[in-house]
C-alpha cells in the first residue's frame, strides 16, 4: 500500500503562475488536510476536509483553494504563486470524525516561487 | 503567531542528559498530541494525551497534558542519538482539527 501519494515532490514557478498539488490516499481515511511547513518551522494548517464534500478553512488559507474530488483525492491550488508561498507542502489524513486520531503523512512537495 | 508555541526551539546535548520541552498555549484543547518529523519525512505520531493532568509514558520519554488542557510537555531521559529530530506537539482544537506547534529541534551528540 502506497498510504498518502503527494504530486509533484519538487517544483519550481515564477511568481504570478499557477499549479495545483496533489494528494491520494488509500487507506480509506475521512479526512485528509493540508499543511505547509517553512524552514525550521512547525506546521501551519492552510485547509482540511472532514469528509467527501466538506472543507474548512485552516490557521493560513489565504492564497489557496482546494477540492476534495471524492474520498481518496485532496488538491491545493495556488492561483497565483507568490514568494511568500516558498515551503514545504504535507498532505495528511486520518479517520476522521474523532480528536485523538492519527494523522498519517505524505513525504512533502518542495515549493518554490521565484 | 502560532497557537502554540514551544520551547525551547532548539535543544542541542551530549548523550546521555535529561531534556524538558515545553508546549503552551492560551486556548483549551480537546486532546493533544506529540509527533517526531525526520528530515526530508513527514511526522511521525508518538503519543495522544486526553484527560487533564494525564502522564503517559512511552520507554525513556514521559509526556504529560496540563491540568487546564492548555499545556504539554514532552520528557526525554538519558537522551541517545537516535532521540534526533524535530518534535512537534499538536492539538485538536475540536473535531478533525489539528493545529500544530512551532516545533523543538533535537540534536544529541555521542
Known amino acids: 500500500n502506497a498510504g498518502v501519494t503527494q504530486t509533484p515532490k519538487f517544483q519550481v514557478l515564477k511568481t504570478g503562475q499557477s499549479m495545483t498539488l496533489q494528494c491520494a490516499q488509500d487507506m480509506n481515511h475521512n479526512s485528509m488536510y493540508w499543511y505547509r511547513q517553512d524552514p525550521g518551522m512547525g506546521l501551519r494548517l492552510i485547509y482540511y476536509s472532514a469528509s467527501e464534500g466538506t472543507t474548512d478553512k485552516g490557521e493560513v488559507p489565504n492564497g489557496y483553494n482546494v477540492s476534495r474530488l471524492n474520498k481518496r483525492e485532496f488538491s491545493l491550488r495556488l492561483e497565483s504563486a507568490a514568494p511568500s508561498q516558498t515551503s514545504v507542502y504535507f498532505c495528511?489524513?486520518?479517520?476522521?470524525?474523532?480528536?485523538?486520531?492519527?494523522?498519517?503523512f505524505g513525504e512533502g512537495s518542495r515549493l518554490t516561487v521565484l | 503567531t502560532q497557537l502554540l508555541e514551544q520551547s525551547p526551539q532548539f535543544l542541542s546535548i551530549q548523550e546521555g542528559e535529561n531534556l524538558t520541552v515545553y508546549c503552551n498555549s492560551s486556548s483549551v484543547f480537546s486532546s493533544l498530541q506529540w509527533y517526531r518529523q525526520e528530515p526530508g519525512e513527514g511526522p511521525v505520531l508518538l503519543v495522544t494525551?486526553?484527560?487533564?493532568?494525564e502522564v503517559k509514558k512511552l520507554k525513556r520519554l514521559t509526556f504529560q497534558f496540563g491540568d487546564a488542557r492548555k499545556d504539554s510537555s514532552l520528557h526525554i531521559t538519558a537522551a541517545q542519538p537516535g532521540d534526533t529530530g524535530l518534535y512537534l506537539c499538536?492539538?485538536?482544537?475540536?473535531?478533525?482539527?489539528?493545529?500544530f506547534g512551532t516545533g523543538t529541534r533535537l540534536q544529541v551528540f555521542p
Open positions: 495528511a489524513t486520518a479517520r476522521g470524525w474523532t480528536n485523538t486520531g492519527e494523522l498519517f
Open positions: 499538536a492539538g485538536f482544537l475540536h473535531t478533525d482539527k489539528l493545529i
Open positions: 494525551v486526553v484527560t487533564g493532568g
